[in-house]
């Protein structure tokens, strides 16, 4: 066999092989974290701690809770877009309460996948109390699928207010034509009704999982799902020990894809 045939022989082979292990083992990590406003339980900032974890992690999509922009409580900084330029992530931010005295409060992606597109939702709140929001981003996944990666975060207060918001997410996604993955602090405990009709349309990635993520009630308040009979089949769930960093833990979900 001459030089040149031998070449392109093998380079098909790592070709072939190459493909085949990508198909059998491609996966995507995500990352949920209510960072509280972006200030640790002693009133310093724990941008850079977030930083961090996300650096060491290395989650290919992030979805924050409780994030400010331009916020006087946090310095009236944009949190977000921070923490992308610190990351190198791509930022998408979702405005879910204003301040009178200026900025907002909402939820955040950051992205390591391109970003197609980006989707906002206003939940209800029929106490009149803090708004919320729902953002979602359309990002390209490596087999060229796509998939809407979510964000949110329900009343904590209000039981009613936070059975309309499941209620609404429930509708918003059951006829998705895209795979579905919503993270977020939905401040319902696992055996909480109406979480458990939302739970009809996703699965729950630490439904095995009895760890804690919001550590004041020693609560599991903060989850990762996944649409149902989608191609997404979940490998592993972890919440991170960050005590201190916030008042709630990240959580950090890996996806094989199908």
Known sequence: MSLLRLLIFCS?????????????????????????????????????????????????LVAFQEIDSGAVRSGRLNQLHILALLTGYEDRFF?????????????GILSRLPVEAVQKLQLPNPNNAEDRALGCALVELPNLQFLRFCS????QQSSLARAM???????????????????????????DPHLLDLLTV?????????????????????????????????????????????????????????
């Not at 405005?95 to 939820?107: D, H, I, R």
């Not at 918001?165 to 055996?191: I, R, Y």
């Not at 308040?221 to 709630?248: I, M, P, R, W």
Request: with cysteine; aromatic share 6%.
């Open 152 to 155: 949110t975060n329900l009343d």
């Open 95 to 107: 405005s879910a309460n204003n301040f009178k005295t200026g900025g907002s409060s909402g939820v």
């Open 165 to 191: 918001q499941l209620g609404v997410l429930q509708k918003f996604f059951e006829n998705s034509v895209q795979s579905v993955v919503l993270a977020g602090s939905l401040n319902a405990d696992p055996t």
């Open 12 to 60: 098909t082979l790592v070709s072939v092989s190459a493909l085949g292990q990508n198909r059998d083992s491609l996966e995507i990590s995500v990352l949920s974290y209510n960072i509280r406003h972006g200030v640790k339980n002693n009133g310093q900032t724990n941008l850079l701690r977030v930083v961090e974890i996300i650096k060491a992690y290395k989650p290919d």
């Open 202 to 258: 996703f699965e729950d990635a630490g439904r095995q999982s009895d760890q804690a993520s919001f550590i004041d009630l020693d609560a599991r308040f903060d989850y990762v799902l996944n649409q149902k009979k989608t191609a997404l089949e979940c490998v592993s769930h972890q919440v991170l020990d960050e005590v201190g960093t916030s008042d709630h833990q990240p959580v950090l979900v890996k996806y094989r894809l199908k």
